[in-house]
């Protein structure tokens, strides 16, 4: 079974840094997509960044120049750096993975990890 297991949220004041990893399971011989999302209490999940298997990567507005998604392809893992933090980053963090070439379940399309809380405060 394909899952995500993100780590590396927290509290943390505001200007400060957080670095979220996510790793993905699973007997996995490739992922094309990966990337964070982050929901705000009462808001709609939203796209914060993402990487394509070859490096290609799309940033939100808010966060250019303050956050890095980086990962590496050998251990399945996707990491987010994020500097610079405001209180408006509040939010739950979830990793994303999309066409996952799986030894066991073939091509897995759209997964989610469980969500890592992160809390700026000002």
């Known amino acids: 079974q394909v899952q995500l297991v993100e780590s590396g949220g927290g509290l943390v004041q505001a200007g400060g840094s957080l670095r979220l990893s996510c790793v993905a399971s699973?007997?996995?011989?490739?992922?094309?997509?990966m990337g964070w999302y982050r929901q705000a209490p009462g808001e709609q999940r939203e796209l914060v960044a993402r990487i394509g298997h070859g490096g290609d990567i799309d940033y939100a507005d808010s966060v250019k120049g303050r956050f890095a998604i980086s990962r590496d392809n050998a251990k399945n893992t996707v990491y987010l750096q994020m500097n610079s933090l405001k209180s408006e980053d509040t939010a739950v963090y979830y990793c994303h993975a999309d066409r996952i070439t799986s030894v066991y379940q073939g091509i897995v399309y759209d997964i989610w990890g469980q969500g890592t809380q992160v809390t700026v405060s000002s």
């Open positions: 699973g007997s996995i011989y490739s992922i094309n997509l």
